[in-house]
């Protein structure tokens, strides 16, 4: 019998190879809950559609697409509202490298325009639903799709990728709809979802394996360069390793190979092999949550960047402060008795 991960990335596939069979679906619609589970419902869907296998899950596939026009929509009128306003911003980790609907969308606004685009945000209309020490959410209700704007990468008042430091790394982007908007390159958006995978979700989900191959795949020895050097320059060596691990093992389990520019990644990290995780088990149930001594290996070389120093003091000390204190012991036993995010 197979995993339900194992049939799930049979139907999808991989960019780097091509399947010469179909693999049959028994149960379209359990494998499809497994899909929306790791946060991948349109690409599974859109698999199962392209090899003619949709069947009962026909509507709830049109109804995705619909929802994605109307997110890139948003998007694309939200992008230009920005570069009216002149502010210096790219969207980033939500934007995936192949078709998907996504809760919400992440915006990072760089130098000190923070505030002013929270301002324009609401007289724009846009309905605001929270903020929080490093970022403020709000609602499209046309679109139902939130945009969380982002002053500094981080959880709670913990940064964990700077800012300044991925200011270098912003290009353009084309949506499905053939709009073009202001995005972290592929290098720094995928160090990004690596970084929040680890240090923020800290857990595993197939979205994220799909999200690493389709940009790895486009990446040529400079952007693979600059990932690395992205990932030294911000403390984050050990996350990417670990998210590269699990990606390996599982291309390597599912079907057979282990992707050349995974390879080259092994030689460029000087490690005779990835770190793979403890604990998947021979089924690879996912989403998968990261041991907890990986998540504190992660945060203490964090920790060797200046502003993730100054951050986590300025964590400390408001957890001086009960009601915030007690609202962080919260959310995090809330991540620890959670299935997926």
């Known amino acids: 019998m197979y995993s339900l991960t194992y049939q799930l990335l049979r ?8 399947l010469d069979y179909k693999f049959k679906v028994d149960e379209i619609t359990t494998l499809y809950n497994y899909a929306r ?3 991948m419902p349109l690409l599974y869907l859109e698999s199962l559609n392209r090899v003619g296998e949709i069947g009962s899950l026909e509507k709830e596939y049109e109804k995705l697409k619909k929802k994605l026009k109307k997110i890139e929509e948003a998007v694309s009128q939200f992008s230009n509202k920005l570069n009216r306003w002149g502010v210096e911003y790219a969207f980033f980790k ?3 490298p192949y078709r998907e609907v996504t809760v919400d969308i992440d915006i990072l606004v760089f130098g000190s325009e923070y505030l002013n685009v929270i301002r324009k945000m609401k007289d724009a209309g846009y309905k605001f639903l929270a903020r929080g020490p490093l970022s403020s959410t ?3 209700s046309k679109a139902d799709v939130d945009f969380d704007v982002y002053d500094e990468v981080g959880v709670s008042h913990i940064v964990y990728l700077d800012k300044d430091v991925l200011e270098n ?7 499905s709809n053939g709009e073009v908007v202001r995005s972290l390159l592929p290098e720094a958006d995928l160090l990004a979802v690596v970084a929040h995978s680890v240090l923020k979700e800290q857990m595993y989900v197939l979205s994220e394996y799909y999200t690493t191959l389709y940009y790895l795949v486009n990446m040529r020895d400079d952007a693979l360069n600059s990932f690395l050097y992205l990932a030294d320059e911000c403390k984050l060596r050990l996350a990417v ?8 093992l599982l291309h390597k389990e599912v079907y057979g190979t282990f992707p050349p520019c995974l390879a080259k990644l092994t030689k460029m990290l000087k490690k005779n092999h990835l770190e793979l995780p403890h604990g998947i088990g021979k089924g690879f149930s996912m989403p998968y949550k990261y041991r907890s001594i990986i998540i504190v290996k992660a945060f203490l070389e964090k920790f060797g960047e200046e502003k993730a120093r ?6 400390a000390l408001n957890m001086c402060n009960p009601k915030f204190a007690f609202s962080v012991i919260d959310k995090t036993l809330y991540h ?3 299935k997926t995010y």
């Open 11 to 18: 139907v999808i596939g991989s960019p780097f190879i091509n």
């Open 37 to 39: 589970k790791n946060r």
């Open 94 to 96: 939500s934007i995936k």
């Open 138 to 140: 709000f609602r499209d």
């Open 169 to 175: 790394f912003v290009g353009e982007r084309k949506l």
């Open 241 to 248: 390793e670990t998210h590269l691990g699990i990606t390996a």
């Open 310 to 315: 100054r951050s986590l003091a300025l964590q």
């Open 336 to 338: 620890i008795r959670r």
